[in-house]
């Protein structure tokens, strides 16, 4: 069984977020070891200059940076990373287990995005399109995607 694991910052807010993606999760298990961490997201003011919102994406980038294994596969979710449709995700994800990589893991930025540091442990950039999702709200669309590929590799009628 492949792990995979997203690591996301701060903890989740609203219950609809939290259902969803303890249902996505659920219905994930059956085929993967599916793990959250959440790293603790840096107290900020609401204005920061840019010195600071490097400082705070840098604090957050260690701690995220830190839950990571030198031997996973890491996609890193950045706006500016590479799309791609759902059936090329789940065949990467194909791929990646056939040639023994079992352990992938999603990176989500906090609310000002991912290190420079974090950008380059990635093995990919991963974008879900040019617009700015909210980061919790990411990791509910995130998971149901992973699903997704689940099923596709599965022959699901789920994606259609
Ligand atoms: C609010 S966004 C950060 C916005 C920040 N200005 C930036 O450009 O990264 C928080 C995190 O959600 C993820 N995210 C949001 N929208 C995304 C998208 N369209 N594609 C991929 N990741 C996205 C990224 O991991 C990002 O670091």
């Known amino acids: 069984m492949l792990n995979i694991k997203i690591i996301g910052v701060g903890k989740l807010k609203e219950k609809f977020l939290k259902d969803g993606i303890a249902e ?35 604090k957050e980038g260690e701690r995220i940076l830190s839950k ?9 979710l950045a706006i500016k ?7 090329e995700l789940a065949a990467e994800i194909e791929q990646l287990a056939l040639r023994g990589d079992a352990d992938i893991t999603f990176i989500i930025g906090g609310s000002l995005g991912t290190a420079p540091a974090v950008n380059a442990r990635a093995n990919s950039l ?9 980061h919790q709200l990411m990791r509910l669309v995130l998971t149901e995607q992973i699903y997704r590929a689940f099923m596709i590799n599965a022959g699901s009628p789920y994606h259609k």
Not at 26 to 35: P, T
Not at 81 to 87: D, F, I, P, Q
Not at 126 to 134: A, D, E, M, V
């Open 24 to 58: 996505y999760s659920k219905r994930l298990s059956k085929f993967a070891k599916f793990e959250i961490i959440e790293v603790p997201d840096e107290k900020a003011p609401e204005k920061l200059s840019a010195a600071q919102m490097y400082d705070v994406m840098n």
């Open 81 to 87: 990373g590479k799309e791609r449709a759902s059936e």
């Open 68 to 76: 990571v294994k030198d031997k996973e596969y890491v996609y890193v």
């Open 126 to 134: 991963i974008s879900f399109g040019k617009f700015t999702l909210p």
